[in-house]
Structure formats: structure tokens, C-alpha cells
């Protein structure tokens, strides 16, 4: 790594002592991987007072996030992380450095023993201050007995908020939509005397993403790897004391996806260690961003792979049809580096289940095509049970070694995909049991320009399920056989294959058609 992507002399470098296997195993293999390795200074964490406010983004709050702490056994706090971290231009290089006051929350077992050793870190959402990562994958969390740390990457509402490129009007209609719920300010003005010290250094000038203002702070790097380290220090009296971390998993989804990309490409994961030489960060899921769509290269592999953690990629079938219509290359799957690539079919973007925090989303029949079939209704299938069950998958290969499942890639058909003619819907990628036995075409909004955030789907006339099922029981009975073969395929966990029931009734074979 050359000299102008390290930090400045405020780091200490990690230097080897005389003795220890463990030590020497963690320098030969910085040494072959060519990082100049550094360790970040520690944070600091204080907790955040009581405002008489459940915090932004509670589990326990009514909403999108919602979980019964109580019943499922999990206590939930709040954080100040303060601390100095360097400020990264987009092509990776280290400007100055800066201090900075964010929060987090942590999800926790209350019985320690019931902690299974990780912790999943995840950025929240620019909109709203979401962890969609936690909303996919909660239930399974808790029953497994995670960690859960979301945390805080935002600035100061600067004149023209990168994130909102002005139009003709000198205002985007993201703006006018989602300008409330976004930065500090939406904090402050959510709970003034809880967020009013939160602060980042930010400078529209000098940090630029495809040649416009960067829409990501320039700490976020930084301040990410100061909290993993800080969560795998098992420091006596930290936010996680009387629980032995091992691991610290990266799970984040949507717009902060390129975060982690970033760090990656730049080599962070080789660069940033533990003092004795491990790494921050034990294994990355990313998904539902087609990396470089923000601004700059459309890349899909890091340059700088990490051999000792994997990386995966999960997209749903709104990205996947992103990547084929521009025509991007897809990397193949690899042990070495461990490298994985879903294209999830029969997955939108968003859900309706995936929103909350105040905005208004139009239903896809309000705005774009109205009278287009296709933009009437929008698909709400459970995403959240093969993103856990790769997640799960993805928790054996570090712990066990037992590599994920492999999954073919969607077929393309010049500059799109290719979609079969008897059922409507795109040919390869994971196939849940809803796209292996469908009862509904399933759309995005790439391809139909229904101008919405959500992707929709044109469901089957009962016409149409007779003719492909026959009746109601033959279809519920390939149903089940399809849940049986995607537990098989490591694509739906046992448990939750038992809850999931087929997406069409049984008074759909016989509707009428409107």
C-alpha cells in the first residue's frame, strides 16, 4: 500500500515482539499480504443519557425495527463513540484527521451464556436512520444469540446536501421527499439533548465522488474499523462486559453498502489490524446496492481481497436486472479468496416492510404507468428468510470452514435477462420456493418504469394457476417439495421453511378476473 493511503504518525504500528506463535502467524501473514499493517487509536464510549425517549431506531419502539426484546431475552443500550479517525477521499486517500462524536445502539443477549461469540456491525440508513440488515435478519438473530451493533454515519445538513444533487428547480424531488429524515439535524430535531453533540468532519470541497460532492462522510472507514476493534477488544468495562467476542461480522444493506466496498478496494481490511495482528472484521455480507450506482466505478470485486474473511455479495432481483442491463461483468465464486455472488429471484428492493420513520412512499398504481398490469401491486414475499439463511451459511464457513453453497448466476439476454415463457419470471439466480413454484410474474422497476421504490408483481389469474397447477392442493403440494429443496440447497433454514406458506390461497384458482 503506498505511503498516501496511510495514516498519519498519530497511529501506532503494530510491530512484532521477540516471541509467540500467534504473533509470528499474524506477521507472516501480513507480510504475505503485502499491508503495511497499523492499529487505530481506541474510542471512547459513554453512555447516553436518558431523555425520557426510547433512542432513534429502537428495537423497542413501534415500527419497522420492532422486536420484543422482553420475550425473545435481549436488552438494548445506547452509545456515544468518540474518538479520532481519518478522513478518506473516495479513491482512498487519507486527507487529515479529525474527531468525531457518533452514537450506537447495541442489541444484546441478557444472559451471557445465550451470546454466541459475534457481533454483526451495520451502519444505518442515510433515510431515517434504519438498519436494514437488522430488519431482514432479526429473528434469526435473536435465535442464534447475536450481537447487534447499529451505528451512526452522518453529517451536518450542509447548503446542498450531496445525497440530493439539485435540479432545474435548485431542489431534487428527493429532497422535498426525504429531506426531513436525513443527517444530524433529523436527529436533533427527533431528540434534541440525545444527539445534539453527535459531530463528523465533512468538507463538500474536497471530497469528491465521480466528480460531485461525496454523499458519504469522509470518516465512515475510520470510524467503522474504531468499532470493531473496540467491540473485539473485550475491554472489562465495555458495552459488551461479561461477553467474550470472537467474531465481528459486517451485515449492511442498501446505500451504506459502499462503505464496506470502499474499505475493501482500499485495502483497509490488509491495513487496519488488532493489536496482535488479527482482523477487524472476520467476514462482509453486502447487498441490495449495485455498488459505483451512487457515483464512481461499477466495480464488483475488491482489488484488495481479504484471504482470512469472506466476502458476499447478496443482490436482490432489482440489482441483479441493474447489473444486466448495464451489462456488468459478474465475478465467478472462489474458496480462495472466499468469495460469494446471490442474485436472490422473487426479492424487491425495498418491502413495505422495510420502511418506516415517517415518509411517504406512492404505491406503484399512483405514479409512473397506472394503467400498466404490472405496476399494480408490489411484491412483499418473506426476503428475510434466504438472506438468514445465508447469513447462517455464511456464520459456518468462518466458524467450521464449510464453504457456502454456490448458485448459479441469472441468465442474460443481451442487454437484460432472460425471462421463461410459461411462468413470466427470470431464468437462474437462488430461486426461493415462491419463484420455483410462482403464482405471480415478478417485476422491477428497471424494467417497467413504474417510477416507484418498490418492485412489483403481476400475479396469475386463476385461469393461469389452473393451467400450470391444475388445482389448489397440486400447487400447495409443490410448494412443499420446493421448501424441501431449498433447505437442501442451504437456501432456507429447517425452522423457517416450517412457517412459510404458499404465497397464493386457494381462492385464488377460482377469482374472477377484474
Not at 47 to 66: C, D, I
Request: a neutral charge.
Amino acid at each position: 500500500m503506498s505511503k498516501a493511503s496511510s495514516l498519519p504518525d498519530t497511529k501506532r504500528r503494530w510491530r512484532s515482539p521477540a516471541c509467540g506463535t500467534a504473533l509470528a502467524l499474524a506477521i507472516a501473514l501480513l507480510v504475505a499480504s503485502g499491508a503495511d499493517a497499523e492499529v487505530l487509536p481506541m474510542p471512547t464510549v459513554t453512555p447516553v443519557p436518558p431523555s425520557g425517549k426510547l433512542p432513534l431506531s429502537s428495537a423497542a419502539r413501534a415500527g419497522t425495527e420492532y422486536v420484543d426484546l422482553e420475550e425473545v431475552g435481549y436488552e438494548e443500550a445506547e452509545y456515544y463513540l468518540t474518538g479520532v479517525a481519518p478522513a478518506i477521499t473516495a479513491t482512498g486517500q487519507t486527507v487529515t484527521t479529525a474527531p468525531y462524536i457518533t452514537r450506537f445502539l447495541i442489541r444484546q443477549p441478557k444472559d451471557p451464556a445465550r451470546f454466541n461469540g459475534t457481533v454483526i456491525i451495520e451502519p444505518f440508513s442515510w433515510f431515517g436512520e434504519r438498519a436494514a440488515g437488522w430488519i431482514l435478519t432479526r429473528d434469526y438473530l435473536t435465535r442464534k444469540g447475536y450481537a447487534f451493533v447499529g451505528y451512526t454515519l452522518s453529517i451536518n445538513t450542509p447548503p446542498n446536501d450531496p445525497k440530493f444533487p439539485p435540479d432545474e428547480t435548485g431542489q431534487s424531488g428527493d429532497a422535498r421527499q426525504y429531506g426531513d429524515i436525513v443527517n444530524f439535524d433529523f436527529m436533533r430535531r427527533f431528540d434534541y439533548p440525545r444527539y445534539a453533540p453527535l459531530g463528523s468532519y465533512f468538507d463538500a470541497g474536497k471530497f469528491l465522488r465521480g466528480g460531485k460532492p461525496d454523499p458519504f462522510i469522509p470518516q465512515a472507514q475510520g470510524i467503522s474499523a474504531e468499532l470493531a476493534m473496540l467491540l473485539k477488544s473485550n475491554l472489562p468495562h465495555g458495552p459488551l462486559a461479561g461477553r467474550k467476542v470472537e467474531r465481528v461480522y459486517v451485515n449492511t444493506w442498501a446505500v451504506n453498502a459502499q462503505i464496506w466496498m470502499d474499505y475493501l478496494d482500499q485495502g483497509r481490511h490488509q491495513q487496519w489490524r488488532m493489536p496482535d495482528g488479527r482482523p477487524l472484521i472476520d467476514a462482509y455480507m453486502t447487498g441490495k446496492l449495485a455498488y459505483g450506482e451512487v457515483a464512481g466505478d461499477s466495480i464488483r470485486v475488491p482489488r484488495h481481497m481479504p484471504t482470512d474473511a469472506p466476502f458476499v455479495t447478496i443482490f436482490s432481483q432489482s440489482e441483479t436486472v441493474h447489473d444486466a442491463i448495464e451489462q456488468i461483468t459478474l465475478p465467478p465464486d472462489t474458496d480462495q479468496p472466499k468469495l460469494r455472488y446471490y442474485e436472490v429471484m422473487g426479492t424487491p428492493h425495498l418491502r413495505k416492510a422495510d420502511l418506516g420513520t415517517g415518509e411517504v412512499e406512492p404505491m406503484p398504481y399512483e405514479r409512473g404507468k397506472p394503467d400498466d398490469p404490472r405496476c399494480q401491486q408490489i411484491y412483499d414475499e418473506p426476503s428475510e428468510l434466504p438472506f438468514s439463511a445465508l447469513l447462517d451459511a455464511l456464520d459456518r464457513w468462518v466458524r467450521l470452514g464449510v464453504p457456502m453453497p454456490r448458485a448459479d448466476r441469472v441468465a442474460r439476454d443481451g442487454a437484460g435477462v432472460r425471462r421463461d415463457a410459461k411462468t413470466g419470471n427470470i431464468v437462474g439466480g437462488v430461486r426461493p420456493p415462491w419463484i420455483m413454484v410462482p403464482s405471480a410474474e415478478y417485476w422491477t422497476d428497471y424494467e417497467t418504469g413504474c417510477g416507484v421504490v418498490y418492485d412489483t408483481k403481476l400475479p396469475y389469474s386463476a385461469a393461469r394457476l389452473r393451467a400450470l397447477y391444475g388445482n389448489y392442493r397440486n400447487y400447495a403440494r409443490r410448494f412443499e417439495d420446493a421448501k424441501r429443496r431449498s433447505v437442501s440447497a442451504g437456501y432456507l433454514l429447517p425452522g423457517d421453511a416450517e412457517g412459510l406458506e404458499p404465497i397464493a390461497s386457494p381462492a385464488d384458482f377460482t377469482k374472477k378476473a377484474p
